[in-house]
């Protein structure tokens, strides 16, 4: 019976992001700044009956929405980080609340379209001039929102990654990759953006030409922006959550580097546990049969690969001519 300490070979599964908590608190920053001037615009909206500026203001209470869910899905990770009950950590809570919320998105968007739609049938005046100043201001909100949510260090595919190192049947490398629902949420909020520059075009093109009908067209063009994004984020978190392969160029370059000599990869699985980092549990067949380091010192450096797990297992025929 094996009466050594364990501690050398155990290890932990905290798989959060290198700025986790530095996105954690410019995510509350922006969803408390744009609740404010969400509660502005739908109220405006609806005193002068613009549907743009309505539009605008339930687009930002999804930002707002979205970007709170992503902030709970921050400090439950952080608080349940070493929670033995999650085999491979919280890393996963970012995309589980971003599945959520583009669920929450698409319908909250097919509200909007049938609003406007409804407007743009049955038209009702609206007050262009007061409207005016709140699409600035909700403007202004979402390019204060973009530049808390800006990042230089989450640009990018993989960002930079160092080596791993062993402990029994396991490799553990570093954090490198960006924070997915972190980029999301700025992407979100250009999106957000956009709709509130078309909103004010809307009310500039209604008061200034007599195109009233702009208005609630540019609804339907903020639901068609939402839904787009909303199916982006879905397909993009569920992917994710379903364990899906993070690319064919990574598994790849696991099998260039294992598949040398004699040996050869009889299953591979690879899949995201978290911003930055992913698992792999790989089966190799060899003719000469190492321990399972060696075949992790071949997958040092891999960016982003963080949790390894080797089985190996000689080749039969080989071993039955030796």
Sequence with gaps: MHSHSLEPWTHGHVFLGDRHDRHARRTWAVVTLTAATMVAEILGGTWFGSMALVADGWHMSTHAAALGIAALAYHFARRHADDPRFSFGTGKFGDLAAFASAIILGLIALLIGAESLDRLLHPVAIGFGPA????VLGLAVNVASVWLLHDDHDAGDGGHAHG???HGGHSHGGHGGHDTNFRAAYIHVLADALTSVL?????LGGRYLGL??????????????????????LRTAGLVLLDARPSAAATREIRERLETGGDRISDLHLWQVGPGHRAAVIALVSDDPQPPAHYKARLAGVRGLSHVTVEVQPCPRHAAVA
């Design 132 to 135: 005016i100043p709140i699409a």
């Design 164 to 166: 791993g190192h062993s």
């Design 199 to 203: 909103a004010i075009a809307a009310l």
């Design 212 to 233: 009233a009908w702009l208005d609630p067209a540019i609804g339907l063009v903020g639901t068609a922006v939402i839904l787009t994004w909303s199916w982006s984020l």
